[in-house]
Nanobody
Framework: QVQVVESGGGLVQAGGSLRLSCAAKGSIFRINAMGWYRQAPGKQREVVATITSGGSTNYADSVKGRFTISRDNAKNTMYLQMNRLKPEDTAVYLC????????????????WGQGTQVTVSS
C-alpha cells in the first residue's frame, strides 16, 4: 500500500517559523507532482504551493516570499518551510502526491495525507 504522512505542525507565535514534512511510503515506482494544501475552519481547501518532479514551483499569492516548497526525490519526501507566519495561516495543512504505485499498473493517482495542524497565535 502507498500512503503519505505529514509531520511538523504545531503552535507558533506570529512571526515564527515551522517546517512541514510529507513522506510517501509503500510500493512507489515514481512520484510526479506534489503539493501542499490547507483548510481553515469554515473555509474551502486551498492550494498553498506545488512542485513538479523536476522542481518547478508555484505559490499562492498569500504565501509568496514567506513559504518555500522543496522535495528530496531520493527520500520520497516533500517539505514546506514556513517563515514569518501570520494568524491567517492557521489551518490544517495537507499533502498531496501524484504517485505511480509499483504494483498497481500504468495509471498514477493522487494520495492525500491526513493533515497536520498549524496554529499561529497573535
Amino acid at each position: 500500500q502507498v500512503q503519505v504522512v505529514e509531520s511538523g505542525g504545531g503552535l507558533v507565535q506570529a512571526g515564527g517559523s515551522l517546517r512541514l514534512s510529507c513522506a510517501a511510503k509503500g510500493s512507489i515506482f515514481r512520484i510526479n507532482a506534489m503539493g501542499w494544501y490547507r483548510q481553515a475552519p469554515g473555509k474551502q481547501r486551498e492550494v498553498v504551493a506545488t512542485i513538479t518532479s523536476g522542481g518547478s514551483t508555484n505559490y499562492a499569492d498569500s504565501v509568496k516570499g514567506r513559504f518555500t516548497i522543496s522535495r528530496d526525490n531520493a527520500k520520497n519526501t516533500m517539505y514546506l518551510q514556513m517563515n514569518r507566519l501570520k494568524p491567517e495561516d492557521t489551518a490544517v495543512y495537507l499533502c498531496d502526491a501524484d504517485i505511480f504505485d509499483g504494483s498497481a499498473g500504468l495509471t498514477p493517482r493522487h494520495y492525500w495525507g491526513q493533515g497536520t495542524q498549524v496554529t499561529v497565535s497573535s
